[in-house]
């Protein structure tokens, strides 16, 4: 009742539940679902736009969130004043060096030599190790020995279906 009496009432007797579309009035069915939907704003199941209505008064949940959240935009303003405040000490401090960074250490880059290679497959992403003797990983040679080893057992077939093709036709 107090989401009817505090927005819907007003919506529904003034007919914008109910527009007509296609000079026809529409059913407020999707204005009543919306109406009636859980607002999921706090875990009490009770509550009705912050007011629980069994209690009879707000809702405690919707306060206790009302205050968390003005504690922490407190919070925050406090902090970026602060954050204000140590800026502005700095910059009245006067001392050069306190506002700079320190300079950089110098980087000792090592260069070593590479000891893995990629395997020469393009969708493989393994590395080899330098003294491995093939240009490809083993689950990929493996797989280029097979192809190669169906290749030949399919032209062997072939070769057998031209030569029964050069007989002439079936006799039957």
């Not at 206790?64 to 000490?89: L, N, V, Y």
Request: charged share 35%.
């Amino acid at each position: 009742m107090p989401r009817w009496n505090g927005y819907w009432a007003s919506q529904f007797y003034a007919g914008a539940l109910t527009p007509e579309v296609n000079r026809k009035k529409r059913k407020p069915f999707g204005p009543l679902v919306e109406m009636l939907r859980d607002t999921a704003e706090c875990s009490n199941l009770w509550c009705e736009d912050r007011h629980d209505f069994v209690v009879g008064a707000g809702c405690q949940n919707c306060e206790m969130r009302k205050e968390d959240k003005k504690a922490d935009r407190d919070r925050e303003r406090r902090e970026a004043q602060q954050d204000a405040d140590r800026q502005a000490r700095r910059g009245a401090s006067g001392d050069a060096a306190a506002g700079q960074l320190p300079a950089q250490r110098d980087s000792n880059v090592l260069h070593t030599p590479r000891i893995h290679r990629e395997c020469a497959e393009d969708s493989c992403a393994l590395r080899l190790p330098e003294d491995w003797d093939d240009e490809l990983c083993k689950k990929c040679r493996t797989r280029v020995n097979r192809a190669a080893q169906m290749h030949r057992e399919r032209q062997e077939v072939d070769g057998r279906q031209d030569a029964f093709a050069s007989v002439g036709p079936a006799p039957f």
